[in-house]
């Protein structure tokens, strides 16, 4: 049976003038009992132990709880809490010691720094309650949080750490100076959130964390929506984040799924994997990133399928000695490159599709730095659809290109290897130049102005190959490039079928076009030489000269304009 007692400061027939005064009388007699009480203020501290409740008897909010310091409620036992609303000015507002807690739509005021401190061990339930100013933080207990609001929070709104273990559905975080959620050497659940206005990250997991975040919509963050690091874990599912700087962020081994989510103009990148993070990122979508969608760097090797992006700088970057497999990639309108590998990184690519982007795959850097693109498909690239710079290595399967000024090229001291690639209606198809590597096998080449062309010193060794209607060349081979060209085929009605420089080797060529070789450019001949033995060698023309040598002394006079010796 339920002992209840009434608390009316202004006398009420058979209540107490406080609620300390019930508090005692409840203890007195034992077993659960419930306190009533009446609408007012009350500057009490209160030390609840044993299973209690305590409940507004006006509207939530209406029993206001502010003493002047100190904590508010010292909960041990089974405490329930309805419709009051505590204020703190210093210390934990709430501080649970044992037990269980239930606050249900009540306030709290946290001016002090915390709102609730639920200790190890212990367990609290929130529901439809308000916090603010103060952290609520779960140190080592269990809890669940349902339509809840945290707001102004001057350091984490939410933390949950030291193996604590905590759910929050339908909460909404705003303005916190930190985070909204922390949850650090301890696991939470957050589903149907709403995070905004936080000075970091709007959910953060450290420490070995395990963090679930599903159907939540977070904008406005000063820094990243959701943040993984120190070998942390998790499930970022069904999320929507919007004007963050990063979307996602996975750093120092951290490995987390992310999947069927949307970011969304954020000021950096989308997705971002940092100093060997990890990751699968599934099905997700990147808009107008302000400077790469997907980003991969310092060590990072996330695994990306199904991702799409749309507008925005770069599409997908993997730099600095990172890693990462990249499948049925879609990358649309932005204003630079789909697809970059840079400086010692590697990365695989399968099923891509790129279209009205200024590049479509670019990689440069040492020969560390490499890519392979299997069943790639480019289509209004204007600068060009593939390019390979440096001494980076790439490698090509089903790749076609269509439109663009260069199809597939590779320049400096790169390679760049071709199985069954396509260029379509591009001013140049293939393009190998400066000291470059390139070697294709099954490659066509369609409508462009020159279909394949070697300059500079690079080397080609091109079998198997077409090239159709080419209005300059098929094939053109400039400079001191060399190489072999072995049973190619070069259709059409006007301009040449190969132009050479006679340091190719043409093998089984089948055309009905003409072949023209130009002598190759004469070694420049050395300028004539002036050898004065034990003396100085000149290679060119010397005027107005004088010489000494083998002399202990010189004396030298020059004449200046009126004849006057210096």
């Given amino acids: 049976m339920v002992r209840r007692y009434v608390v009316a400061p202004r006398g009420r027939w058979g209540g107490y003038r406080d609620i300390t005064s019930a508090l005692r009388a409840a203890a007195a007699g034992r077993g659960p009992a419930r306190v009533d009480i009446e609408p007012g203020q009350y500057a009490e501290r209160l030390v609840v132990r044993g299973e209690v409740e305590l409940a507004a008897l006006g509207a939530p ?15 041990a036992g089974s405490v329930t809490v309805r419709g009051l609303q505590l204020i703190g000015r210093e210390g934990d507002a709430v501080d649970l010691h044992a037990g269980a807690l239930v606050l249900d739509e009540v306030t709290v005021r946290g001016h002090g720094g915390v709102c609730l401190h639920a200790r190890r061990d212990t367990s609290a339930t929130l529901t439809n309650s308000h916090f603010f100013y103060g952290r609520t933080v779960f140190a080592g207990g ?25 759910t929050v559905r339908a909460g909404r975080f705003e303005g916190s100076r930190i985070h909204g959620v922390r949850v650090s050497d301890a696991r939470a659940e957050l589903t149907g959130c709403e995070l905004t206005g936080t000075g970091r990250a709007a959910v953060s997991a450290d420490t070995r964390a395990e963090l679930s975040v599903t159907d939540c919509v977070i904008s406005a963050v000063h820094a990243e929506g959701v943040l993984f690091v120190g070998q942390s874990r998790g499930l970022v599912r069904g999320c929507r984040v919007s004007d963050a700087e990063h979307g996602v962020a996975v750093t ?51 695994t990306v399928d199904g991702c799409r992006v749309v507008g925005g700088n770069v599409g997908i970057a993997v730099v600095d000695k990172a890693r990462g497999r990249f499948s049925r990639i879609e990358v649309t309108d932005v204003t630079n490159t789909a697809l970059r590998v840079y400086e010692g990184a590697r990365a695989v690519f399968e099923r891509v599709r790129g279209e009205r982007c200024a590049a479509g ?31 980076s290595r790439l490698m090509l399967k089903d790749v076609s290109a269509e439109h663009g000024k260069v199809g597939l090229s590779v320049v400096e001291e790169a390679q760049l290897r071709l199985y069954d690639c396509e260029v379509t209606a591009a001013t140049m198809g293939i393009l190998a130049a400066g000291g470059s590597r390139l070697f294709a096998r099954n490659v066509t080449a369609g409508g462009c102005d020159v279909g394949l062309c070697g300059t500079d010193s690079a080397y080609l060794d091109v079998a198997d190959s077409r090239f159709a209607d080419c209005a300059d060349s098929g094939m053109t081979v400039l400079g001191t490039s060399t190489g072999r060209l072995a049973d190619c085929r070069v259709t059409g009605s006007r301009g040449t079928a190969v132009q050479h420089n006679g340091r190719v080797e043409l093998i089984a060529l089948d055309t009905p076009l003409r072949v023209v070789e130009q002598a190759p450019e004469p070694a420049a001949s050395p300028s004539p030489s002036v050898v004065h033995h034990h003396g100085p060698v000149f290679h060119a023309a ?25």
């Fill in 61 to 75: 909010g209406s029993v206001v709880l502010n003493p002047a310091q100190g904590t508010v409620l010292d909960a």
């Fill in 142 to 166: 269990t809890g669940t949080v349902e339509r809840c609001r945290f707001t102004d929070a001057a350091d984490n709104a939410l933390a949950v750490i030291e193996g604590g273990r905590v």
């Fill in 252 to 302: 120092t081994g951290s490995d987390p799924v992310v999947r069927d989510s949307v970011f969304a103009g954020c000021r950096d990148t989308g997705i971002n994997v940092a100093e060997e993070g990890l990751g699968t990122y599934q099905n997700c979508e990147v808009r107008d990133a302000g400077t790469i969608a997907v980003f991969a760097t310092g060590g990072g090797a996330p």
């Fill in 361 to 391: 795959l670019e990689t440069l850097g040492d020969a560390g730095t490499t890519a392979e693109l299997t069943d790639g498909r480019f289509r209004d690239c204007a600068m060009g659809a593939v390019a390979a710079g440096g001494q």
């Fill in 542 to 566: 010397v005027h107005n000269a004088q010489f000494a040598w083998d002399n202990t002394h010189v004396s030298q006079q020059q004449s200046t304009q009126d004849g006057a010796a210096t």
